[in-house]
């Protein structure tokens, strides 16, 4: 979803930051884009040479409040990528590349509980886990 006139990373963050501040309210997580394509420079060394991945990170001790925010921000690209269809067949393309995004770094029991909540939005998502 990286491509030029789709501007993920605006609507993931949302006006003024809305969406990602919304989260944040609600569960106390911090939700951030990090790597290529995030304009956030690591260091000063520039942006990570990884790629785009939003990271979901809580100083709260509370495993439900981290939970709730993984899955608030999995609605959330849900919603995001429902509309890059229609953005990318309005560029003449017949095929949507897939997956659109996925994820990974979870534990066994963080992408249980995402499964669990998410139940059919996730059925044609790819799911790895490096844990």
């Not at 006006?15 to 609600?26: D, P, Q, S, V």
Request: hydrophobic share 35%; glycine share 10%.
């Amino acid at each position: 979803m990286l491509c030029r006139g789709f501007d993920v990373n605006k609507k993931i963050i949302g006006h003024r930051g809305a969406n990602t501040k919304r989260i944040f309210e609600k569960t106390g997580a911090k939700i951030r884009l990090r790597g290529r394509g995030s304009g956030h420079s690591e260091g000063g060394r520039g942006e990570a040479p990884v790629p785009l991945m939003l990271a979901v990170t809580s100083e709260k001790r509370s495993v439900g409040s981290f939970m709730h925010a993984l899955a608030m921000s999995a609605q959330l690209l849900q919603m995001v990528t429902s509309k890059f269809p229609d953005f990318w067949r309005l560029r003449g393309h017949d095929t949507i590349p897939q997956p659109l995004y996925w994820i990974g770094e979870l534990s066994q029991d963080a992408l249980g509980f995402l499964e669990q909540t998410s139940e059919s939005r996730w059925q044609q998502q790819s799911f790895s886990s490096s844990r």
